[in-house]
């Protein structure tokens, strides 16, 4: 079954702005880690952040984590069009296997 | 120089046919992962090796078998085609397989089965 779900399905922003995306997940994780796909290609490992941390940044990347809500957010700050891509969140459990979501789609307009 | 690598990277078959797909890295790395990406975007782990070792193992048909011949490369080969089987199949690959490593993927095989 899947453990991560992101929030929303698909985001369309206009370029400079900022775009915001959530994940939720259902049981206790080591970590939380976030990827991008573009379309036709692979996934390209982004952050990583471990249960025991609450924010991470990683250029224009700020990714938050509530361990007590079970949810993490990743935020896109002032975007370009080269952002357009899916976005994932992946937990790992103890068990080392990494669960996925089913992606954000954003859609950076110029 | 790419770091994970798959052929083909379409494929397009009828039911019941069988068909390998091949991955391989040259990161050094000892552990491989074979994942499906369905068309609502889920993905979803299937195999998992490290150095040619079969340690994940999830709810898969028995038609899909993985191989290793080395740490370097895990193929997939199904039997019997169906028409779920239907899907965009990445490989990965990690250092050690522990706690927090990053997965570096490979640019997918999409596999049409008519």
């Known amino acids: 079954s899947q453990q991560g779900e992101e929030d929303p399905q698909a985001l369309s922003i206009q370029e400079g702005e900022n775009a915001t995306m959530n994940c939720s997940y259902k049981t206790s994780i080591n970590n939380l880690q976030w990827y991008r796909q573009n379309s036709g290609r692979g996934l390209v490992h982004l952050i990583l952040i471990r249960s025991n941390e609450r924010e991470k940044h990683s250029g224009r990347l700020r990714v938050t984590l509530d361990t007590s809500k079970k949810s993490s957010s990743l935020l896109i700050t002032a975007s370009r069009a080269a952002d357009t891509a899916s976005y994932f969140c992946?937990?790992?459990?103890?068990?080392?296997?990494?669960?996925f979501g089913a992606g954000t789609t954003v859609t950076v307009r110029a | 120089d790419t770091a994970v690598s798959q052929t083909p990277k379409y494929l397009v078959t009828q039911m019941g046919n069988d068909k390998s797909i091949k991955c391989e890295q040259n990161?050094?790395?000892?552990?491989m992962y074979w994942y499906k990406q369905d068309s609502k975007k889920f993905l979803k782990i299937m195999f998992s090796y490290n150095n040619k070792e079969l340690i994940i193992n999830e709810t898969v048909p028995n038609r899909f078998s993985p191989k290793s011949p080395d740490k370097a490369h895990l193929n997939l080969h199904i039997n019997s085609l169906e028409l779920g089987d239907s899907a965009v199949y990445f490989c990965a690959s990690t250092y050690g397989g522990a706690t927090g490593e990053t997965q570096y993927f490979g640019p997918g095989t999409r596999l049409l089965v008519l």
């Open positions: 990161l050094g790395h000892d552990t």
């Open positions: 992946a937990t790992e459990s103890n068990d080392y296997k990494l669960s």
